[in-house]
């Protein structure tokens, strides 16, 4: 059974600082997307990648297949960035939007 | 921009009762998908649909669910025997092609008493 993991659970900052999330996962992928779901509930998309890494903003996304690896990096974070993340991963052989999800990382970020 | 957009915001149904949640895809996509997630856990995949059929669909998309879309805009969920457990917000999302980032709905948070 593929689980995705996700650390730290929770992330206070200061405006300003440089952030990242991790996740994990336990089987082989096809994709990895990232995603941020809004206080109110609201689900944006921020990155699909499956190698390497994506910038877009101030946003930067890193994979590493070989150790099953993903980070997502925010750069001079702002309290509008306060959201929770979620890694969520397409297992091989899984198709489309058929995707794994992890349990979130709660980022709250203080002016 | 264009956006997914879901009704109602919230919908509050007695249990034994059908719902239909309700969504508007981007418009030019054909592919569409349904998520939930219960308050507190993680979002679960449903459903996957393209060409007016189930592409793919997981383990919780049982008998009680069915997917339509009933014309060129609209794609829905139905629930026929809402449950306890079927309390949770529900995703409606669309992309364009199947292996590209979906957009989502701002969700519909349905709660059975």
């Known amino acids: 059974k593929n689980e995705v993991e996700q650390s730290p659970q929770n992330l206070t900052a200061q405006e300003g600082e440089f952030i990242t999330i991790n996740c994990s996962y336990s089987v082989g992928i096809s994709a990895l997307h990232w995603l941020q779901q809004h206080p109110g509930g609201g689900i944006v998309s921020l990155f699909m990648l499956s190698s390497g890494k994506k910038k877009h903003g101030r946003l930067i996304a890193t994979i590493n297949i070989q150790e099953k690896h993903s980070s997502l990096h925010i750069t001079a974070s702002h309290p509008r960035d306060s959201a929770v993340y979620i890694c969520?991963?397409?297992?091989?052989?899984?198709?489309?939007?058929?995707?794994?999800f992890g349990p979130g990382t709660r980022l709250s970020v203080l002016p | 921009e264009p956006e997914v957009t879901q009704t109602p915001s919230h919908q509050v149904t007695q249990m034994g009762q059908e719902v239909i949640l309700r969504c508007v895809p981007i418009?030019?996509?054909?592919?569409f998908y349904w998520y939930r997630q219960i308050l507190g856990q993680k979002v679960e995949f449903l459903v996957s649909f393209y060409n007016n059929e189930i592409s793919e669909k997981s383990e919780i998309f049982d008998d009680q669910f069915s997917v339509e879309r009933p014309d060129g805009s609209n794609f829905t969920l139905k629930i026929r025997s809402t449950k306890l457990e079927d309390s949770a917000m529900y995703f409606c999302?669309?992309?364009?092609?199947?292996?590209?980032?979906?957009?989502f709905g701002q969700g519909t948070r349905l709660t059975v008493v």
């Open positions: 969520a991963v397409r297992v091989k052989g899984n198709y489309g939007q058929n995707f794994v």
């Open positions: 418009s030019n996509h054909l592919y």
């Open positions: 999302a669309s992309s364009g092609q199947p292996n590209t980032e979906a957009f």
